[in-house]
């Protein structure tokens, strides 16, 4: 039988734990896209904690007003008695206008008169966090990040088969609808994808094409894995206005933790960021979601189960460079493509995946360690590394001395 969800602490509990335990220094801001599971990581930890929490979210009906953070502040600070002091927890922070300046203010008050109120910040707008954080809180807080659920948490948590896990992906909130696809998909569709893109982006950022944000995401979901210049999404793509849009909404939806595209590793920032981008989903429910095929077709499909593999692959890694441990790219010179360039600590390391997409799918590595140095090649499937056993470890591993 496979365990709830609520059963499974992901392993950033015990960073957070960690750090509510010392004195209070820095405010906490827990960050990630919808449905990793920030509020109930939270929960689980500050349930556990031996001092008084409170717990409040600004998601509900009624209108909140910077007032209501002063409210909660200060009903916590009444809380916040001897030396072990309290924890504030506020949930969806980005739905209180002028936050920031709000908790900047309380935040300082209580650092003067050396208040021992610790304060977590969870929200489910990245984008619109982290500008709050950047133009008010400078110096004040420290980031848990949240990336999808990995493969090795899914099987922890539900005890997913890698075939699932490439399927449906890492939402663990989705996770007890796997029974019956149908609703599955429809659950994504209408909570997870609607919703990000309805209150994540167009309602908290401004977007004059909201149609050709929406389209564009489809299309890095139907070419998840593609590298496609921008000259030709627009070929693609109705009333697509100019390249510069199109990166700036796929910045947008990257930001969302939804699709995001890899820069070609040139060797220099400016000719990266000028290149054309490997698209690329964040977590393999989208693409199956959008493209609309089922568990079986997918799995009969040769081209597709390629693309997903490759695509699970590339989340994988996606999501340790959105966590900061990495930075991620693809390359492609004259006919010789690596799928994935890993750059940490000034070191490369260059990742082929042989999926079976091509009868005889060709390697570039070669041709890349010959033009920059590259410290270490990994090639996953066929009589390489096994694409399970590259998800069965955090990214970090792969990288390590």
Request: glycine letters at 8%; aromatic letters at 8%.
């Amino acid at each position: 039988m496979s365990k709830k969800k609520t059963d499974y602490q992901r392993p950033q509990g015990l960073v957070l734990a960690g750090r509510l335990a010392e004195p209070r220094r820095f405010l906490q801001v827990v960050a990630g896209p919808r449905q990793v599971g920030k509020s109930t990581l939270v929960q689980q930890v500050t349930g556990e904690l031996s001092l008084p929490v409170r717990y409040v979210s600004a998601d509900e009906p009624t209108l909140r007003g910077p007032d209501w953070i002063g409210q909660q502040w200060e009903a916590a600070r009444l809380e916040a008695t001897g030396k072990a002091g309290a924890v504030l927890v506020l949930d969806e922070i980005q739905k209180i206008p002028a936050w920031s300046e709000s908790v900047k203010r309380l935040w300082d008050e209580d650092t003067r008169k050396k208040r021992p109120l610790k304060v977590v910040l969870l929200g489910s707008a990245p984008l619109l966090i982290a500008r709050g954080l950047t133009e008010s809180l400078a110096g004040r807080f420290e980031t848990l990040r949240l990336p999808h659920w990995s493969f090795t948490e899914m099987r922890a948590a539900f005890g997913w088969s890698l075939e699932q896990y490439l399927y449906f992906g890492g939402y663990p909130g989705a996770a007890p609808l796997v029974g019956d696809p149908a609703r599955w998909s429809r659950y994504i569709a209408d909570s997870l994808i609607e919703t990000s893109i309805a209150r994540d982006v167009l309602l908290l950022t401004r977007v004059d094409k909201p149609a050709l944000l929406r389209r564009l995401f489809e299309l890095a979901c139907r070419y998840s894995g593609q590298v496609l210049s921008y000259t030709r999404m627009i070929g693609q793509l109705q009333d697509a206005g100019n390249t510069t849009t199109l990166a700036h909404y796929l910045d947008l939806l990257a930001g969302a933790g939804m699709v995001c595209g890899l820069p070609k590793y040139a060797g220099d920032a400016a000719r990266s960021r000028g290149s054309s981008p490997k698209l690329q989903v964040l977590n393999t429910a989208l693409m199956t979601v959008i493209t609309g095929i089922s568990p079986a077709e997918a799995r009969a499909d040769r081209e597709f189960r390629g693309r997903i593999i490759e695509s699970a692959v590339g989340a994988h890694l996606a999501n340790a460079a959105a966590t900061g441990e990495c930075e991620l790219y693809y390359w492609r010179e004259r006919g010789e493509e690596v799928d994935f360039v890993v750059k940490a600590h000034s070191r490369l390391t260059a990742i082929e995946v042989k999926s079976g997409r091509a009868p005889q799918a060709h390697s570039g590595t070669a041709a890349f360690a010959a033009a920059f140095k590259v410290r270490r090649t990994l090639l996953l499937g066929g009589d390489g590394i096994s694409v399970e056993e590259f998800l069965s470890q955090p990214v970090a591993e792969w990288l390590a001395n």
